[in-house]
């Protein structure tokens, strides 16, 4: 598979990843928030029986007013973020699908479907917006990049021991990149990967990697 499109597959598996993490802690923040509300049913259990059966006909409690206002201001960073990428991704999934795109579906698994069919160039644009997105969700989450380092192998393609695994999606579609983005320098390159692409950041699906070390090369 031509690198760029191994990109662009990385790239919606990290993100995938990311934006789970942030809508569960979004989720937890959210109930950490309305839990620090507890004390407005105690301030309502204080009211004689009568009047909550009736709370129209009460008047106007500054406390009790100031503490509802509290609990539907309580800002979610988190869950701003995920919402905001959300939107993001719909949008890309619109740009680079058109009229196949469906609202209602998941944009991720529908890019995933049609990257194997994408112009290269298209995956290129489209891992870059990805990148800065997932950049965004893990910052706001407070969580690492996607990438575990494989110490004691040299990348292919610079001799640095620097290449990485990344950890998401399928363990068959895992990929190992160079964390240094070393380009490829495309047929003369001694990379190895399948699809030599001039200027296009080294990639490998594991399985082929794994493979081109246990023949030596």
Known sequence: MHPARLHALAALASLEAAQATLTQYARHARQAALSGADDLGTVQAWRPATERQAPRALPANPLLDAIVLQVDRVANPLLERARRTADTLAWIAGAVLGDDYRTRADPLAQLRAVVP?????????????????????????????????????????????????????????????????????????????????????????????????????
Do not use: F, K, Y
Not at 124 to 135: G, I, K, P, S, Y
Not at 186 to 199: I, K, L, S, Y
């Open 117 to 217: 069919a994408l112009q290269t160039s298209t995956c290129e644009t489209m891992t870059r917006w990805l990148v800065e997105q997932d950049r965004l969700v893990r910052q706001a989450a407070g969580i690492g990049d996607d990438l575990q380092l494989w110490p004691g192998v040299a990348c292919p393609g610079c001799d640095n021991v620097v290449l990485a695994l990344q950890m998401s999606g399928p363990a068959e579609d895992r990929v190992v990149v160079c964390t240094e983005s070393c380009p490829c320098a495309g047929e003369a390159c001694g990379c190895g990967m399948p699809d030599r692409a001039v200027g296009v950041a080294h990639i490998w699906q594991l399985t082929d990697l794994r493979a081109r070390l246990a023949r030596g090369e």
